[in-house]
């Protein structure tokens, strides 16, 4: 989780709030795409779920949860594992290796880059 103070997302998480890191943009030849990945406090444990949604967003629609999923089979997105403590499930969502390729791209790319993105 890059944008977040650690500890505050501990924070967070151990109040039962859940949190959210924006990973980019992903396009194909024929749809574009935005990702991130969510940690949910759950019953059992900290969920971490990476979402996929089709960009088609604007200026004046821009919540992403209303956005259709990329792969109908991931609705409510791909669940990478559930752990028991927060930074546990900060680490999961930081594993680049339980990402797909084209995520993982997205995510060297932001790492690289550093700092807070631009807003165009």
Known sequence: ???????FAVGALKRGQGIEQF????????????????????????VVTLHAVEDVGG???????EFPPLDPDYEFGQELGAVQ???????????????PDHVQSVHAFSVLKGGRPTHT
Request: hydrophobic letters at 45%; proline letters at 6%; glycine letters at 8%.
């Open 23 to 46: 990973l980019g943009r992903s396009a194909t030849e024929n749809l574009a795409g935005v990702w991130w990945v969510s940690i949910e406090p759950t019953k059992r444990g900290f």
């Open 1 to 7: 989780m890059r944008y977040l103070v650690e500890s």
């Open 85 to 99: 403590e927060p930074l546990a499930a900060m680490a999961l969502a930081e594993d680049p290796g339980l990402m």
């Open 59 to 65: 200026e004046h629609f821009c919540d992403l949860l």
